[in-house]
């Protein structure tokens, strides 16, 4: 390359100069002996090992049975348990239950708060200047973009994640899903209507 | 105890503080009603820096309407924004009703 800046090539892949300031950092705290390497191998693994799927089952299972919606409105991480998905740590959990008068949506305009321990990592856009500064301005056209639009006398509800709480969004069931059964409704639950930019699929997809 | 409770008027603090804070810009000098009382944490606008971040400070959550927050809101009246703030950020809205 002879266009006035390096390129970094790993097999077909463009290093980004972030990638190798993160790599160089953490090189430097396994050396001083703040980390070890099968520490931070640890923690990538349980980072991979949430998905989306935990939310979706949750939600499917909140639908199905009234006991254990009330559990996930009043305490998350006890909901959480009872599926097996661990969402220890200092964080608190919030879901916020889409109504036919409310409709939820999350962002966290200072950074990428996200309930990662439960969804793992946030997409891309959700991090993205412009998603970050137009979710509380104008969630409505931001929604109208990821193909949605509360209906008519529908309140729109933003959550900032600000500070120690995290947020999810509770969505509601869609129509014409009453002889479902829980797996078969998770498979509507999509990532997108649990940050609250869009509903679940409808059944006839 | 907790200097709120929920249905309070409270308006966000127009400080300027200088590094890591968990108060959006766009909220200070607004008013809003305290919605609910989350719990009790260390500051993180303290562990940023290594500190202990103690005491532990009330946080709450405060809804806004969005037409007070942002001129020209394309939506309803009733669309609220939700952010969650910490006590040394608030201050009681003398002003009562609105």
């Keep these: 390359m002879s266009h006035g800046h390096p390129h970094y090539e790993a097999g077909r892949q463009t290093i980004s100069p972030y990638a190798h300031r993160i790599r160089a950092i953490e090189a430097l705290l396994v050396e001083r002996g703040v980390l070890t390497e099968p520490e931070i191998q640890d923690r990538i693994a349980y980072m991979e090992s949430r998905s989306p799927e935990n939310g979706a089952r949750l939600v499917a299972r909140a639908w199905v049975d009234p006991e254990f919606k009330e559990l996930l409105l009043s305490d998350t991480k006890a909901a959480a348990r009872e599926l097996g998905i661990d969402a220890s740590g200092p964080v608190e959990f919030v879901v916020v239950e889409n109504t036919p008068e409310v409709h939820n949506l999350i962002v966290c305009t200072l950074c990428s708060c996200y309930p990662r321990a439960i969804l793992g990592r946030p997409p891309d856009w959700y991090k993205s200047f412009e998603y970050r500064s137009r979710a509380v301005r104008e969630p409505r056209a931001v929604m109208r973009e990821f193909g949605f639009e509360p209906p008519e006398g529908v309140e729109v509800a933003v959550h900032d994640s600000t500070a120690d709480v995290r947020y999810m969004v509770l969505p509601m069931r869609p129509p014409g899903t009453e002889d479902m059964g829980e797996e078969e409704l998770a498979r509507l639950v999509t990532r997108d209507s649990l940050i609250g930019v869009s509903v679940p699929r409808y059944a006839e997809d | ?98």
């Design chain 2, 1 to 98: 105890m907790t200097a709120f409770r929920p249905g309070d008027r409270v308006r966000v603090r127009a400080a300027e503080k200088p590094g890591h804070v968990r108060t959006p810009g766009y909220l200070k000098g607004k008013t809003g009603e305290v919605e609910s009382v989350l719990g009790e944490f260390r500051s993180p606008e303290d562990l940023a820096y290594g500190l202990s971040g103690e005491p532990e400070r009330p946080l709450y959550k405060v809804g806004f309407r969005q037409t007070d927050l942002w001129g020209g809101y394309e939506g309803s009246a009733s669309d609220r924004l939700y952010a969650d703030v910490y006590e040394q950020w608030l201050e009681r809205d003398e002003g009562g009703a609105r």
